[in-house]
C-alpha cells in the first residue's frame, strides 16, 4: 500500500498491480484518464454542435481569458466562465444528443494506457470526479469506462428544458473529496485514488493508496479497443479534436471553404462523365481508382448492379466518374434539390421491398445501376449488415470498395442538415475517394444462376469489399445507428431532412 507522505503521491508508474487486488477507484477525468488536461476541445464541441458558429467562435475568442483566469485567478472562476459561454441558452436536449453521439470518439481517442490499465483493474466498482458537467461526460464515462460519474452539475430554468449557463457548484478540490466521502457512505474508502493536479490532493488523500499522473502529452494511447465499447457510429462535423488551433482553423477557413466547395460543385457539373476526374485534380480533390472496371452494356444488354459500401452521399456520383460514364443511382427519399444539382439520374426507393425490387430490375434492363446496401454511411472501419434485396435482382454483380478522405469536415450527419452534406465534404481542403472495383461475381456465386440465398450473396459480397478495405464485417444496420446517434428509427429524420445519409 503506497500513502501520501508530506503531501505528495508517488507516479502512477509506481503502482504494482500485483501487489495485492484492488477493488474500488476514484479518479479524475481530464490529464488522468485522458492524456489532455485540457477540457476546452469538448466544450468547444457543444457549443458547436448544439449551440451555433457564432457561439463557437466567442468560446474561441474568450480561449486567452479564459487561461489567466485559470491561472491567475482559480480553476472554478475558469470553469465558471467556460460553461456560462457554452451553456447558456442551450436546450438540454440538443447538449444530451451531442455528449451521445459527438463527445465519446474524441474522450475515447484520448485515453492514457497507463491509467486505464490501473482504472479497469479495479473491477468492482469505478468512480470518475471530474470538473466538466456531468451532462458532458456522462455517455462516455459510463459507456466506455464502465463507471459512475461524478461531475459539475448544471442549473436549469424552471421548465428544465434549457440551461441558464450558471453552475450549481464546480467540483474542484474540497468538493471532490465532499463527493468521494459521499458516494463511499460505508466508510470504506477507494482502494485507488488517481489525480493529475493539486485540487485533486483532496479526494486523493482520503483513498487507501494514491497517484499522481505527470503531464505527458506523448503517452501512450489506450487502443480502441481495449475500453469497453467502440464508437461505430458517431456524428458532428469536425473530423479533429478541436484543439484551440484546429477550432481556429475549422471556424476561420469554413466560409473560404463554402466558397471553395461551391466551384468544385458547379465547375464540374457541366463536364462529361469521362473528363470530370481530370477536372477533379484540377480542383484538388483526389480521385484514385484501382481495379478494372466493368465494360458499359452493349445495346438491348442489361446492365450491371455496381454494390459499394457507403462512406458519404457522394459514392454513386463517385463511381460514376470513376467509370467514366453516366449510371443510375438508387437511395432513400432523395431531395429536389441533391435531385437538380446530381450530374446522375437519383431514384428514390420507397422502402417497399417488391416496389423497389420491380424499380431496380427496370433499372437495371436500361444500364448500370449503383446501389449502396448498407442503407447508411458509416464513418468507421466497419460495414453494416448489407440488405440481401440487390441480390435476387440479377446475376450482374460487381462490388465496388470505395473510402472518403476527409480532413477537416465530415460529409456526412445523423442529426444536422443533410442536403449539405456533399458540400462538408468538398469544403475540405485536400478531399479525395479510393474507388477500387473489384472482380465481378461469377454466375454460380449469384442468385439467378447460381441459386444461392440472398442473405449468402450479400453476406459474400460484405466480406469482399471488408477485406479490400481493411474493414471489419457487421450486422448493424441503419436502425441502429439512428437510434444511437438520433434516438430515432432513421426514416423520420431521412423524410424531414430529405437526404438520406
Known amino acids: 500500500m ?55 467562435l466567442v468560446l474561441l475568442l474568450t480561449a486567452p481569458l479564459l487561461l489567466v483566469l485559470y491561472v491567475g485567478v482559480s480553476e472554478a472562476a475558469a470553469i465558471g466562465l467556460l460553461v456560462f459561454i457554452t451553456f447558456a441558452g442551450l436546450r438540454v436536449r440538443d447538449v444530451e444528443a ?43 464515462v459510463r459507456e466506455f469506462l464502465g463507471a459512475e460519474v461524478a461531475g459539475t452539475e448544471l442549473e436549469t430554468f424552471p421548465s428544465g428544458k434549457r440551461f441558464t449557463g450558471r453552475i450549481k457548484a464546480v467540483l474542484v478540490g474540497k468538493k471532490k473529496r465532499e463527493v468521494v466521502e459521499r458516494l463511499f457512505a460505508g466508510g470504506d ?28 502529452r506523448r503517452a501512450a494511447r489506450a487502443a480502441a479497443d481495449g475500453l469497453l465499447s467502440r464508437a461505430i457510429f458517431h456524428d458532428g462535423r469536425l473530423v479533429r479534436r478541436p484543439d484551440p488551433a484546429h477550432a481556429l482553423f475549422a471556424l476561420a477557413y469554413l466560409p473560404v471553404g463554402f466558397v471553395i466547395a461551391l466551384l468544385r460543385v458547379f465547375l464540374n457539373l457541366p463536364v462529361p462523365a469521362r473528363f470530370v476526374r481530370h477536372t477533379y485534380r484540377l480542383t484538388g480533390i483526389r480521385l484514385a481508382i484501382r481495379g478494372t472496371p466493368p465494360p458499359a452494356p452493349r445495346p438491348g444488354a442489361p446492365g450491371s448492379l455496381l454494390v459499394c459500401n457507403h462512406r458519404t452521399a457522394l459514392d454513386p456520383i463517385i463511381v460514376s466518374i470513376a467509370l467514366g460514364r453516366s449510371v443510375t443511382c438508387v437511395t432513400y427519399s432523395v431531395s429536389r434539390l441533391s435531385t437538380a444539382i446530381s450530374p446522375i439520374p437519383a431514384v428514390a426507393l420507397s ?95 449469384t442468385c439467378v444462376a447460381g441459386g444461392r440465398s440472398a442473405v449468402d450473396v450479400a453476406n459474400h459480397v460484405q466480406r469482399v469489399i471488408a477485406k479490400e478495405l481493411g474493414f471489419q464485417g457487421t450486422a448493424l444496420t441503419r436502425k441502429d445507428k439512428y437510434m444511437k446517434l438520433a434516438g430515432n428509427d432513421g426514416i423520420v429524420a431521412a423524410a424531414a431532412k430529405a437526404k438520406p445519409n
Open 98 to 140: 451531442v455528449s451521445r453521439a459527438v463527445l465519446p470518439r474524441h474522450y475515447a481517442a484520448g485515453v492514457r494506457a497507463d491509467t486505464w490499465a490501473v482504472f479497469r483493474g479495479c473491477a468492482e466498482r469505478r468512480v470518475v470526479i471530474t470538473a466538466s458537467p456531468a451532462v458532458m461526460v456522462g455517455e462516455f
Open 2 to 56: 503506497v500513502k501520501a507522505a508530506a503531501g505528495k503521491f508517488p507516479p502512477v508508474s509506481a503502482y504494482d498491480g500485483s501487489a495485492s487486488a484492488r477493488r474500488t477507484v476514484a479518479a479524475d477525468l481530464d490529464g488522468t484518464l485522458l492524456v489532455s488536461s485540457s477540457a476546452f476541445p469538448y466544450y468547444f464541441l457543444v457549443a458547436l454542435e448544439a449551440g451555433s458558429y457564432l457561439r463557437a
Open 351 to 445: 422502402r417497399d421491398r417488391a416496389a423497389d425490387a420491380a424499380r431496380i430490375a427496370a433499372l437495371l434492363e436500361k444500364g448500370d445501376v449503383v446501389v449502396c446496401p448498407e442503407g447508411t454511411t458509416c464513418r468507421e472501419p466497419f460495414l453494416l449488415r448489407f440488405s440481401a434485396l440487390f441480390a435476387e435482382l440479377t446475376e450482374r454483380i460487381v462490388p465496388v470498395a470505395v473510402e472518403a478522405r476527409q480532413g477537416t469536415y465530415y460529409g456526412s450527419t445523423a442529426r444536422g442538415w443533410k442536403f449539405l452534406d456533399p458540400y462538408f465534404f468538398y469544403m475540405n481542403p485536400r478531399p479525395g475517394y479510393e474507388v477500387t472495383f473489384l472482380p465481378a461475381l461469377r454466375p454460380e456465386e
Open 189 to 216: 474508502m477507494p482502494d485507488v485514488g488517481l489525480g493529475d493536479r493539486e485540487s485533486d490532493h483532496d479526494f486523493m488523500a482520503i483513498c487507501k493508496e494514491a497517484y499522481m499522473v505527470p503531464k505527458n
